[in-house]
């Protein structure tokens, strides 16, 4: 992007500035943004948090953890010039009259504010409210909300018509970082400029797609948040079924947020339902035990710091969905994710029917078939594999599975990979919401994992244990395999 694409200058306030999430990814991209020459040069960055610190300890606060997790390493000139953006406000989020020290702060600055709400949900409406009475929202404000946004469909409506009260929906910016990531944001690029797969994208040439979602880690101290929200609530609810509705979505007019989000919209809507009829044909939910990761022992999830001995929360689900329209019906989506598994692992697997004839038999009894894989992460790329021909002067011919590999890194080795989290503030900055989930997607993908919740809590079953450092319950094989598939991996 040119300087001249710049926004106006504008005041960027980080609600929770102290916290994980701003430490570990906010603040590098900022200063990452700053280093590409995309922030306005009159651009403020205030951080505010209810701990009591002068701009001075914010800022070494922020020297801090750029050195820890900006991987390049840092420019003296733009970090001195990053540093010297900070603002620092100490703030009580319930306390309304508090915010009248934040108008003083933010007083004789620019008139367009980004608020980042990196705190958790339950307080965007104390936050909304403090903004409010300081009269510091106008039309030209924006607000980022990070998920989860509830725990439920009504969960989060409530939390949606907080913030809604004072911000419209044009101003509202709820963010998944899935949807920044570049293999993610290629698969528009994938699906609608290149026909060989714009004309094969549907039932007819497809057999089934897979989307795993694997971690490697436990719940890293998370226990209060994560025994609550489970890896329904975390990761399927959001972005499996985001990764979902980009890969079965219909083509959209055109690349505006409004026709984008349409789209999607259609696809998230369309799945058919799982409820207590077809729950257990249709769903595996797991929980880890002990087991060995890397070779080192683990501890099971009812073994970890402050566990509760007797949750039944998951940390592993497959789900074998369904979309209920012309392109895609008899198409399972198989979408998997799970915690302490053997690697942090995430990737598409789009397997194509196979060929129906074979005129090969000498060589191939059976052709596999066509396979396109997205990875995510690690390595973030594009895989297809195809048949080729062996070379050779024998009279018979043989034939090889190969792969047309395009690895990211390889491919763009001059280029660095950019943080999803740095597009997607960019994209705050110069209001754009192409990349981020609108309410209505959000109450959809909650109606349908609510069932399946709703299910589960009826059933009473308990989760099925796997050893850490493995894929997942033995059930979640056999949940594919009685399709007389497998899970790639």
Avoid at 51 to 70: I, R
Avoid at 350 to 374: C, G, M, R
Avoid at 413 to 419: F, G, M, P, S, T
Avoid at 421 to 441: A, C, H, K, P, W
Wanted: net charge negative; aromatic share 8%; proline share 4%.
């Amino acid at each position: 992007m040119k300087s001249s694409d710049l926004q106006s200058a504008s005041e960027i306030v980080i609600f929770g500035a102290l916290g994980d999430l701003s430490r570990r990814k906010l603040l590098p991209a900022l200063y990452q943004l700053d280093q590409a020459g995309l922030l306005n040069v009159e651009s403020r960055i205030l951080g505010v948090a209810r701990q009591d610190h002068s701009v001075e300890e914010f800022t070494a606060f922020v020297v801090e953890n750029l050195t820890e997790f900006v991987k390049e390493g840092l420019n003296e000139a733009v970090l001195a010039r990053f540093v010297n953006r900070m603002v620092y406000q100490q703030l009580d989020f319930k306390d309304t009259v508090s915010y009248s020290n934040l108008a003083a702060t933010l007083k004789g600055g620019h008139d367009t504010r980004v608020y980042y709400f990196s705190t958790p949900p339950a307080i965007y409406g104390d936050i909304t409210d403090g903004l409010k009475s300081a009269k510091l929202i106008t039309d030209a404000d924006r607000v980022v909300m990070e998920k989860p946004i509830g725990n439920c469909l009504e969960s989060s409506k409530v939390i949606n018509d907080q913030v809604s009260r004072y911000f419209n929906e044009n101003q509202i910016y709820r963010i998944d970082h899935y949807l920044g990531k570049e293999t993610v944001l290629n698969l528009l690029v994938l699906r609608f400029a290149n026909s060989l797969f714009t004309n094969n994208w549907d039932r007819n040439s497809i057999d089934h797609v897979q989307i795993t979602v694997a971690e490697s880690v436990g719940i890293e101290g998370r226990w209060g948040f994560y025994d609550d929200a489970g890896q329904m609530r975390d990761m399927i609810q959001n972005h499996l079924l985001q990764i979902l509705s980009l890969l079965a979505m219909e083509p959209p007019a055109d690349l505006s947020a409004e026709s984008i989000r349409a789209e999607k919209l259609k696809a998230v809507k369309a799945l058919v339902p799982i409820n207590r009829l077809n729950v257990k044909e249709k769903t595996v939910r797991g929980q880890y035990s002990d087991g060995y990761l890397n070779g080192l022992p683990v501890p099971g999830y009812l073994n970890e710091e402050d566990a509760n001995q007797k949750s039944d929360t998951e940390t592993f689900v497959a789900i074998k969905a369904e979309i209920d329209n012309w392109r895609w019906a008899g198409v399972p989506f198989y979408l998997r994710t799970g915690k302490r598994m053997p690697a942090k692992h995430s990737e598409i697997v789009v397997q194509f029917k196979p060929q129906a004839h074979n005129i090969f038999k000498e060589s191939h009894v059976d052709l596999p078939a066509n396979k396109l894989t997205i990875r995510l992460q690690p390595d973030e790329g594009v895989e297809l594999q195809m048949m080729n021909k062996i070379p050779g002067i024998a009279s018979q011919m043989h034939i090889q599975e190969n792969k047309l590999d395009l690895s990211f890194s390889e491919t763009y080795e001059n280029q660095r990979v950019v943080d999803a989290y740095e597009r997607l503030m960019l994209e705050v900055i110069n209001g754009n919401q192409s990349l981020f989930v609108s309410r209505d997607e959000v109450e959809a993908a909650w109606t349908w994992a609510d069932s399946i919740i709703e299910a589960w809590q009826t059933s009473n079953e308990a989760p099925k244990a796997y050893p850490a450092g493995t894929w997942g319950p033995v059930a979640s094989l056999s949940m594919i395999a009685r399709d007389d598939r497998q899970w790639v991996e």
